[in-house]
Every structure is written in C-alpha cells, then in structure tokens.
C-alpha cells in the first residue's frame, strides 16, 4: 500500500472545477445545463493576441525562456503597470508565472509552516486557504461584510495579528463577492500595518481592471510603505479572456526575489514561450477588447442583479468588481450546499455554494455572469421555477 505525506490529508480544492464536471456529465446526459458556476470569460482571446502567439511559434520561439519570463514581456508588465497605476516597477522584480494561481502558492509556501498564521480573506477564493492549511500554517479568516459592500474591516484585520502572523493576502476587486475595497480602509489598514513590520502582504488583484459604476481599483503598489514586504499577484486570464493560456505574473520585493524565483525553476522552468509573447501583445496592444468586454459585463451584471432581487426570499447587494452576484439566500431555509446541489439537480443551473469559498459564504450562492445574457435569463427563470416549487 503506498503512503502518502500527511499533508496532502489537508490540501482542498476549488468547487468550480467539481460543478463544472458535474454540470458536463448531466449534459452529456442530455440534460439542458446552464453553467453560471464557473469563473472564466466566456469570450475568445482578442485575436491579436491569439495571431501573436502564432507568429511566436512560427517564428521558433520553441525552447526554454528565461525562469523569470522573457525580457520585453517583464517590461510590458512594468510599463502597463505604469500605465494603470503611475507606479514605477522595475521589470527585475516581475516574475512570469504559468497563471495567476502560481504567485498565490509560492507566497503561501514561502511563508507557510507549523506555528504560523496566515490570514486570509473569508469567503474567498478557496485556494488561499487551501495552499495555507497545505503549508502547515493556521489559516485565519478575515470576515468580508455584506453591509459593507463585501469589504473588510482594517480594524478586524488589525486586530487578528499576533507574533505568529507572517503573511496577509487581500484580494480585491473580490471573488466571489465583486466586492471592491475602498480606498479610506487600505489606508486604514497600511498605516496599521507600519506597526507590523514582520508580516508581508499578498495583495491578489487579477480583477483589477473589471470594474463598474466609476469603483476605484486601489494597488497596494502604490502605498511605498509596503513595497519591500508586498507580493503583488496579476496576470492575463480574466482581463484579456486567457484562462486556458496559462499565464500569470507576480511583482515580488527585492529581498524575496531569488526565493520566488528559485521555486520557480524547481516547478516549472519557465511559462512556454509562445503564451508570453501573446501576453506582449495583449500589455502593448489596442484598449478596445478589454473595453468591450468590461461593457458587456456591466450590461449582465445590471441585468442579473435585478432579476436575483426580485425572487421572493433573495436579496443580492452590488458591488463593484468582477463578474460574479454573491446574492444571500438565507430566507430559503436551504443551506448553501443543498441549493447549489437542487438547482443544478432540479433546474440545471450550475451555481456555486458560498460555503465553497469559507464558512463566512454560508447563506450565499455565487453566480458568474460570464454568460449570454440570454443564458443568465433563462437561469434566473428555471431558479425561480424551483424556489416556487420550494413553496418561499
Ligand atoms: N485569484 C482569484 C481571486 C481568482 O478568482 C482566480 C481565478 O479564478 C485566480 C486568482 C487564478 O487565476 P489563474 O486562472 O490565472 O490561475
């Protein structure tokens, strides 16, 4: 019988990926599947950026790169940055990862071990968590309030650092809530944070330019203070409709460079060349695919915010990133679990219970709208057909 370490006891895993299979075997079976469960673009990549990876492989670009990434991709990333927030990174400290889940491992892994605490947003992506129960370290969630748009509170977060806290991982704009972070908390919560030297930041931002009704999208880049202890994580996938591409970046501080990188060259060498020169061209190129997308994201979310808030028992609040409607549930006397599992059952609809992303997501559902709007229409009528038949 082969043994396998203790700690893979306690690694989870992100539900979507389970929904997805489970909404692809029911409609293999025939059944009409809606999937509103998964957390992906459903546009193709801007075909100037698919034609880049083209040239890139026609032109032989067939070996390894660079463990850190290419030279003009890591200046793309530092002038983009420059771009979006007036911050100067120097392309050194960017280091190219296959997607934007790699920073969030190295991060944990780097600081991750018996006897530390971590703290991490809750609901959340369920990596976080996941990646730091995998490292040996206590996880302690940072409650996100609904009344608060999905924020946190600087002061919880504060509050929650002992002498074993190492590591703080923010995430804003937010999955799954949308929830975006106002500027007056950051603050609140960096000035605090200059009576913690000892413990880095992980500041996730891959929804950062997914925004809506004019919400400001805050980088902890820009708070000097922080600079030599943030791991900044971004990456292509949800701006520039890329998950399958596989690429991601992180801006590490100096004194943790050769770290990330060194875990780098043990996991994967580097990311395949062609996919970095699609992510030159989508930095450098036309602003307009991204527009359109955003737009048409905008236009959903309106849409399924309102038709979420007329269904008896549901209230859905609107904030303002990503693309998901984090609506509360709990007047349906159904916990989480049991209604994402009746309404892909029952209706067909794919969902994602709130108790995937922490315990905090008890008493919600996250719907993406990264579909047809004709698709989110039909989902929110077969939900209200089954909350009918659950007599709300
Ligand atoms: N961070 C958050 C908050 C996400 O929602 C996701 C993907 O869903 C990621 C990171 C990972 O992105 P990638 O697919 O580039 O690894």
Not at 113 to 123: M, R, S, T
Not at 288 to 311: K, S
Not at 345 to 351: L, N, P, S, Y
Request: with cysteine.
């Amino acid at each position: 019988m082969v043994q396998m370490a203790a700690r893979m006891g306690v690694l989870g895993t992100e539900t979507a990926f389970e929904v997805l299979a489970r909404a692809n075997a029911l409609a293999a079976q025939g059944r009409s599947i809606i999937n509103l469960g998964i957390g992906q673009p459903d546009f193709p990549t801007p075909p100037h950026i698919v034609e880049a990876a083209c040239k890139a492989l026609v032109d032989g670009h067939h070996g390894y790169t660079a463990a850190n990434g290419i030279p003009p991709l890591r200046e793309a990333v530092a002038a983009d940055l420059w771009r979006r927030h007036r911050v100067a990174v120097s392309p050194g400290q960017v280091l190219v990862v296959p997607g934007g889940k790699v920073t969030m491992f190295f991060a944990i892994m780097m600081f991750g071990e018996p006897g530390v605490e971590i703290l991490y947003p809750n609901p959340g992506f369920p990596i976080y968590e996941s990646v730091i129960r995998f490292s040996g370290a206590v996880p302690v969630p940072i409650p996100l309030h609904e009344s608060a748009g999905f924020s946190f509170s600087a002061a919880e977060v504060l509050d929650r650092i002992t002498p074993r806290t190492r590591l703080i991982i923010v995430n804003s704009p937010a999955n799954p809530t949308g929830g975006v972070v106002p500027r007056a908390e950051f603050d609140r919560l960096v000035a605090g944070l200059e009576r913690h030297p000892q413990v880095a930041v992980l500041s996730d931002e891959i929804y950062g330019e997914i925004l809506y009704d004019g919400a400001e999208h805050v980088s902890l880049l820009g708070y000097p203070s922080l600079r030599d202890r943030l791991i900044l994580l971004d990456g292509w996938s949800k701006t520039y409709a890329m998950t399958g591409w596989r690429l991601g970046y992180g801006v590490w501080p100096e004194q943790l460079f050769a770290a990330a990188e060194r875990l780098a060259i043990n996991c994967h060498s580097c990311v395949n060349a062609a996919a970095q020169y699609a992510g030159i061209a989508a930095l450098r190129g036309p602003r307009e695919p991204v527009a359109a997308m955003v737009a048409a994201f905008a236009e959903r979310r309106q849409f399924i915010i309102e038709a979420l808030n007329r269904l008896p028992g549901v209230s859905c609040v609107r904030p303002g990133g990503a693309f998901y409607a984090f609506p509360n549930v709990t007047k349906l006397g159904l916990d989480a679990r049991s209604l994402q599992n009746r309404l892909l059952d029952e209706a067909g609809v794919a969902t994602i219970a709130g108790t995937s992303f922490g315990e905090f997501g008890e008493g919600y559902l996250r719907f993406s709208y990264a579909a047809s709007r004709a698709a989110i229409a039909e989902a929110i009528e077969r939900v209200g057909r089954l909350l009918g038949r659950l007599a709300v």
